[in-house]
């Protein structure tokens, strides 16, 4: 197992009524901003839901942050937070009006006459931040339990992350009732992002962390049970508390813990998204089972382990790879999501050439477990992102 440091200093409160903690959370008085997307949580009630718990403080509420969060928009956000002198930021939504509210309550502090987009891709440090609390709307990112966030700038093609001590949530609310209204895209796209996010932490080469290697194999298997059922069953609030919890579990921090990483998928999705608009979840379907193909020796003590545990496979090896990459394809075909590149409207050839070039721009080095996937690596994978009947 690796060295590692394990820390959150996140409170969850997760159940049916549990918004009612916000009351207690958020001191009297406070200032808070209630930051939200496109309307989601008008129609489905939750913002009532938040409000009605609170009534001591004063709320100025900021709307609009949209899919993939944008810089320009998030850049208001903040301006208003610091013209209002928000003291708390609420996040209510999913990964993209969290992440956005990350950078909201560190822009909101960052020193006068620093431009804010250098936090992205970490090039100024964030020494500190108002406190973040976050009611979940859709479980997939992680988001809530982590100090990750992502930001795009369509303006200049850019989608890239930051991290920092202070970006952590202070407290988040995970109430299952309030994903029921989530469209069956969404259910299919946040499974499949919480699934690869285990994957890029578990299929890289073994290191005996037995305990991080079994959780994350409890992960994808409660993924792979529970995903068809929430998807066929809206307001069954069992399958949608276990899909809730495994994705939060699946980017808090601890299957990852003295594991070696991955991440080259989410560093090709990201240019994906960047240059096509795919929603997140599905530049990383279309990149993932090729990707283990054109990884599967480097990775073949780990997918073989994948293949025996996670799906039942036996056989000689090569056999049980090909059956655990297949079996991988196919739960994202069946979580409604494109597994080719065509499948998601984009020509492969054009698609890796513009990831070769944009790749770099963002990711300097070499990317994957060892840090030898070059642009040109990734842009053969975007290539292969065909179906055999196309090759
Ligand atoms: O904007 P609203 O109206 O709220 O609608 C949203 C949005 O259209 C809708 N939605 C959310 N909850 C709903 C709902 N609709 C009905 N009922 C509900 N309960 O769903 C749509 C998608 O929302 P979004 O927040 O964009 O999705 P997701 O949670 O998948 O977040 C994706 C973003 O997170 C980043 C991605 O790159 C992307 O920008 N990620 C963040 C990570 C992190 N912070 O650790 C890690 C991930 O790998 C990922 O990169
Ligand atoms: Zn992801």
């Not at 988001?143 to 949530?169: C, H, M």
């Not at 409660?222 to 495994?246: K, Q």
């Not at 594991?259 to 990383?284: C, F, K, M, N, V």
Request: one cysteine or more; a negative charge.
């Amino acid at each position: 197992m690796l060295n590692f440091t394990f820390h959150s200093p996140t409170r969850l409160h997760f159940g049916r009524g549990q918004v009612r903690q916000l009351t207690k959370e958020i001191p009297a008085g406070s200032r808070v901003l209630l930051t939200s997307g496109g309307g989601s949580i008008r129609h489905n009630g939750v913002r009532d839901e938040v409000l009605a718990q609170l009534a001591h403080c004063t709320v100025i509420e900021f709307s609009g942050i949209e899919p993939n969060p944008e810089y320009e928009t998030l850049k208001r956000a903040a301006e208003l937070g610091r013209q209002e002198r928000v003291d708390w930021v609420l996040a209510v939504g999913g990964g993209s009006v969290i992440d956005g509210s990350k950078f909201i309550a560190a822009a909101i502090d960052l020193e006068v006459g620093i431009d804010p987009w250098l936090m992205v891709g970490n090039r100024t440090p964030i020494n500190s931040a108002r406190p973040l609390g976050v009611v979940l709307t859709l479980p997939a990112t992680g988001a809530e339990g982590n100090n990750v966030g992502v930001i795009s700038r369509r303006e200049t093609l850019d989608k890239q992350s930051f991290r920092s001590p202070y970006s952590y949530p202070s407290v988040a609310i995970l109430d299952p009732c309030f994903t029921f209204s989530l469209p069956p895209r969404q259910i299919g796209n946040g499974v499949v992002d919480a699934f690869v996010h285990t994957l890029e932490q578990y299929l890289t080469y073994p290191v005996d962390a037995r305990v991080q290697d079994r959780m994350a194999e409890g992960i994808l298997q409660t993924l792979i049970e529970v995903g068809p059922t929430t998807l066929a069953e809206p307001d069954n609030y069992d399958a949608r508390a276990n899909y809730m919890w495994a994705a939060t579990q699946a980017l808090f921090g601890l299957i990852g813990a003295g594991q070696p990483q991955d991440w080259s998928s989410h560093a090709i999705g990201h240019e994906l998204t960047a240059l096509y608009g795919l929603d997140h979840a599905r530049s990383l379907s279309v990149v993932v089972p090729h990707l283990l193909q054109y990884c599967r020796a480097d990775k073949a003590a780990k997918l073989k382990q994948y293949g025996e545990r996670v799906w039942g496979l036996q056989g000689d090896d090569e056999a049980i790879i090909d059956a655990a990459i297949a079996a991988t394809r196919d739960f994202f075909v069946r979580m409604g999501l494109p597994v080719t590149m065509a499948q998601a409207g984009i020509n492969a050839g054009e698609a890796a050439q513009k990831v070769e070039t944009n790749l770099p721009r963002h990711k300097p080095q070499p990317v994957g477990e060892h840090g030898k996937l070059t642009a040109q690596d990734c842009a053969a994978i975007v290539r292969s992102s065909v179906d055999s009947m196309e090759a």
